[in-house]
């Protein structure tokens, strides 16, 4: 994979205005430094007699004109809170469309938001333990996938919709509370080659740096955990093109400028649905992916996403513009028919 970055916003200056000639000097933004470009914490930091960390201010270039140093001033914002999301994906090889969802709260309320999936899952099935199953669509939603898993194997689908109906109230009603950002490529788009590859690493991308432009914005500091693909019996799984495209995100001036001085932790992979709020993306994820599929064959979805309440969409126009839209249901015209 190249650059981390594959598309800048549009809402970040394109040129520094060179004071000593006039000429407007492009801003390098997607161009990798030799180190990262991050707040720094000194090694004798201690966060009640010395807790200042250095954080970077501004960017300096010469002019391309005259050589006169340009400067571009970064924002910077004071870390008041803590963001915890939780992701996962919707893919299969049929319908060529994939989905990435972050769900999760502010750190102080998330362990209530578990308390609630926790609670419908025992309701579900008071008989196991709601720690020992997992909310999983996919498997869920097939009765060839139920018959060989050993939790779901008797279950009819009048159960299963039990359980579906229960995940979309309870997603409603925690509006206010969690926050939801889903990104969904298709080939219909350039950005997703044919390769899954490809479209992972184009979904991870920007929907990181949405979230975390975002999240900072209001003082924020996003911890994002990703469900892993691979087997691990430990809670923490290293994907390393995942981690290889985090740290060249650190050396491009864009990452340090989404950022606004907060430190971001490096996202984590962790075991599948090891965290409730796991369960709640892989849930949206695969209804997001479910509705594009019968979209597309002009079909009715048999979920409502409308009824998950307001997400934030993260897609691209049939230009290629990265656009957000927050609303309830799908903005289909919006990704898929506008022509700007």
Not at 29 to 53: M, Y
Not at 103 to 115: L, Q
Not at 178 to 200: C, D, G, M, R, W
Request: proline share 6%; aromatic share 12%.
């Amino acid at each position: 994979m190249s650059g981390f970055l594959t598309h800048i916003p549009p809402n970040v200056p394109k040129t520094i205005y060179c004071k000593s000639c006039g000429l407007d000097n492009e801003i390098p933004w997607g161009k990798e430094r030799k180190d990262p470009f991050i707040p720094v914490t000194p090694d004798d930091f201690d966060p009640v007699t010395n807790n200042k960390v250095w954080v970077p201010s501004s960017f300096g270039m010469p002019c391309k004109r005259c050589s006169a140093q340009v400067y571009l001033e970064l924002p910077r914002k004071k870390k008041t809170s803590e963001l915890h999301l939780f992701g996962d994906e919707s893919f299969d090889t049929g319908s060529n469309i994939f989905t990435y969802t972050l769900t999760g709260a502010d750190f102080r309320i998330i362990s209530e938001i578990e308390k609630k999936v926790i609670k419908l899952k025992s309701d579900i099935l008071p008989e196991k333990d709601p720690l020992g199953w997992t909310i999983h669509m996919k498997v869920l939603w097939s009765r060839k996938e139920r018959l060989k898993n050993s939790t779901f194997q008797n279950w009819t689908l009048d159960k299963v919709w039990t359980l579906i109906n229960g995940v979309v109230e309870l997603i409603a009603s925690l509006e206010k509370d969690l926050f939801v950002y889903s990104i969904t490529l298709t080939k219909k788009h350039p950005y997703n080659s044919q390769s899954i590859e490809q479209a992972k690493y184009n979904c991870y991308t920007m929907l990181l740096m949405a979230v975390i432009e975002e999240a900072t914005t209001s003082g924020a500091q996003p911890n994002i955990h990703f469900d892993s693909e691979k087997n691990g019996t430990s809670d923490r799984v290293i994907h390393q093109w995942a981690s290889e495209a985090f740290g060249s995100a650190q050396k491009q001036l864009i990452y340090t400028y989404l950022a606004k001085g907060i430190s971001i932790p490096e996202p984590q992979f962790i075991k599948p649905a090891s965290h409730p709020c796991s369960e709640l993306a892989d849930f949206i994820s695969f209804w997001i992916r479910r509705y594009h599929i019968k979209k597309e064959k002009d079909e009715k979805c048999e979920v409502d996403i409308e009824k998950f309440g307001k997400i934030t969409y993260y897609g691209f126009t049939n230009n290629g513009h990265l656009l957000r839209v927050r609303q309830r249901g799908f903005p289909w015209s919006d990704f898929y028919e506008r022509v700007d």
